[in-house]
């Protein structure tokens, strides 16, 4: 059997049933890339799930999912071991209670065949739900008036991307250390991608819904005062 | 566009698009001109006003598209978390340079590498202030030879290449005004610190700085060491450093020999409220107060 193009890895950990409708945002936004003539593998990766979110993703009939249970209590590590049991040349990631719309890995696809490994995708804009419902439009490296400098600030990309799996082997993300006072794994990967020589740039017409949750590990971080590992910027 | 002109069609086009029977392409396309009037009334360029606009535009369309794609999804389980209108949401995010980044900006620029020391803090608005940066550097390079140093504080640096020792990088961070500049250091230091991750930072504590370093608060691991060095403030400072720190500091400051001990209790004072500092050195003023005469005595505390 031929090696996927593409490898969609949703990260669980305890989200019930409401990863269903991540789950079928996947299959639906498979379906579009493959009908566009990719091979799309799916990876589902689950790290001290409960019962109620194993029974779903165990249960799950759809479409083939590859289920690799991991004992971890980082989401970076985890999204680590999605990587490392991945068989596409790209990888977009998923948390399994957002959603993505449905041409995400088509035209992300498009969009990095293009543009090369060096680049990194997201989407052109995320609509957060939940208590306070906003849209956050992501920037584009190449935009006029970018300085990587207001990263030292504000992080403006999720970890969500589509990404080359040769860059997320050379580049891993790292770990939560909130006892050290780091948090943030997504945005200090982000800018250590950018002093490495990597670009981030946002595929136009698609979207990510994200759920906010009290608990979110992002809600945590805020709440501790840590900040992401520095990135010597020069 | 005159700013009364950029004014009143900002007001005008949002509270069109906020009526209720506005349908939603139309209410994009207000929104769209709204963002063009809000950055006209700001001063911006006519140019980055339409660009604003188009990318509100892009980003209100692609966002209400998708959702209802997204609300699909839910609806078959369902469920009713997801807001109904994109278009009836706030827009955030734009990775732009503010007041705590446009000055880390200024100075990378400028940098060639990362320098191996970085010092933080020091002023020079008086004479005795300049002799203790001049002293400062000096000791740090004798320790360090052939290392990159960097000072960086709010005052102009008219120290020369001569006094201290040079080459040593000077600069400044433009001053905002008292209370902003004062909150907004705190923010600036800490991403240069970030952005450089020196092997050695040293901030400098004076009366005035209290409350910016304070609010650094960076974490252990950040720094490979982090050392702190005392200059005693004047009468001036002091009364405002009581005023500032009346419930933490106990310290009476003078500047006779008594002046030492307390300066002691506050280095180790500062030590059990940061205990990732490595070092601290005490800074005590030697000779008299004259440009020629001024000099500071550095001395380590063993912690």
Request: aromatic letters at 6%; glycine letters at 8%.
């Amino acid at each position: 059997m031929s090696a996927p193009d593409i490898t969609a890895i949703v990260n669980a950990h305890r989200e019930g049933d409401l990863a269903e409708a991540s789950l079928r945002s996947v299959g639906a936004a498979r379906a579009i890339a493959e009908a566009a003539g990719a091979r799309v593998e799916v990876i589902a990766v689950l790290d001290r799930a409960d019962e109620a979110t194993r029974a779903l993703f165990a249960g799950w009939r759809a479409f083939a999912l590859n289920v690799v249970e991991v004992d971890i209590g980082d989401p970076g590590l985890a999204r680590n071991a999605g990587v490392t049991a991945a068989r596409g040349d790209w990888v977009a990631f998923l948390d399994a209670d957002d959603l993505w719309c449905e041409t995400w890995l088509r035209d992300a696809a498009r969009m990095a065949a293009m543009r090369g490994a060096r680049t990194i995708l997201h989407p052109e804009c995320n609509i957060y739900f939940g208590d306070d419902p906003y849209i956050r439009r992501h920037p584009d490296m190449d935009e006029p008036d970018f300085d990587a400098v207001s990263l030292l600030a504000r992080n403006p990309w999720t970890v969500l991307s589509f990404t080359a799996r040769s860059t997320l082997i050379a580049l891993p993300f790292g770990a939560t250390r909130f006892a050290e006072g780091f948090g943030y794994e997504d945005w200090a990967w982000n800018l250590a991608a950018i002093r490495q020589g990597y670009r981030h740039k946002v595929v136009p017409g698609t979207a990510h819904a994200v759920r906010q949750r009290r608990r979110s590990q992002n809600a945590v971080a805020k709440a501790s005062g840590v900040i992401p590992q520095p990135v010597r910027l020069i | 566009m005159t700013r009364f002109g950029a004014d009143l069609m900002y007001l005008l086009t949002k509270a069109a698009a906020a009526l209720p029977l506005v349908g939603r392409a139309r209410r994009i396309r207000l929104l769209a001109r709204a963002r063009r009037f809000q950055i006209l009334r700001r001063g911006g360029t006519e140019a980055t006003a339409r660009l604003e606009a188009r990318t509100v535009a892009s980003t209100l369309t692609t966002a209400a598209a998708c959702l209802e794609q997204f609300r699909r999804l839910e609806s078959a389980e369902g469920r009713g978390d997801l807001p109904r209108d994109a278009t009836r949401l706030k827009v955030r995010g734009n990775a732009r340079l503010d007041a705590t980044t446009a000055p880390v900006a200024e100075i990378l620029q400028g940098l060639d590498t990362a320098p191996d020391v970085l010092i933080l803090g020091p002023e020079d608005t008086s004479e005795r202030a300049r002799a203790f940066t001049a002293a400062l550097i000096g000791v740090v390079k004798g320790q360090a030879p052939g290392r990159t140093l960097l000072v960086i504080g709010q005052d102009r640096y008219t120290l020369s290449g001569r006094e201290t020792g040079g080459p040593v990088t000077l600069r400044r961070i433009d001053r905002l005004g008292a209370e902003v500049a004062r909150r907004d250091m705190a923010q600036v230091f800490g991403h240069l610190v970030r952005a450089l991750v020196p092997e050695r930072l040293i901030v400098v504590e004076s009366a005035a700085a209290w409350a910016m370093i304070d609010d650094i608060g960076l974490p252990l691991a950040a720094l490979s060491t982090l050392e702190t060095a005392l200059l005693p403030p004047t009468q001036s400072e002091r009364t405002r450093a009581e005023r500032m720190r009346a419930e933490r500091m106990r310290a009476d400051w003078t500047e006779d020999d008594e002046g030492e001990a307390d300066q002691t209790r506050e280095a180790e004072a500062l030590c059990l409220r940061w205990p990732f500092v490595t070092r601290v050195w005490l800074a005590t003023p030697v000779g008299g107060v004259s440009r020629a005469d001024v000099d500071v005595r550095l001395t380590p505390i063993p912690l």
